[in-house]
Nanobody, 119 residues
């Protein structure tokens, strides 16, 4: 499966962005999908995951601000990011989850999309 994340950019504190991740292949609808991020000098972390049935889970740091969703007809998963903070600055990646809430993923990491939040 190939994954292409897009939608990042420069935004001011309190602003919003919507990230998209398009997946190739025919296993998307059954896969748990996750959004991960890696800030400069930090380890990559999982911030949101969504099951094939649509149930979702969030890291505490983004709960109430980020919303993960999916459109299986388009093989795409989204991450709506609201009330952005400087600590949200990172490269964001999507991937198929090996387990629902896990740092372990199934596919090679793509290039990701850079989100920069300016204060």
């Amino acid at each position: 499966v190939q994954l292409q994340a897009s939608g990042g950019g420069l935004v001011q504190v309190g602003g919003s962005l919507r990230l998209s991740c398009a997946a190739s292949g025919n296993t998307f609808s059954k896969s748990v999908m996750g959004w991960h991020r890696q800030a400069p000098g930090k380890q990559r972390e999982l911030v949101a995951a969504i099951s094939g049935a649509g149930s979702s889970r969030y890291a505490e740091s983004v709960k109430g601000r980020f919303i993960i969703s999916r459109d299986s007809s388009k093989n795409t998963v989204y991450l709506q990011m609201n009330n952005l903070k400087p600590d949200d600055t990172a490269v964001y990646y999507c991937n198929r989850q090996r387990a629902y809430w896990s740092d372990y993923v199934l596919d090679p990491w793509g290039q990701g999309t850079l989100v920069t939040v300016s204060s």
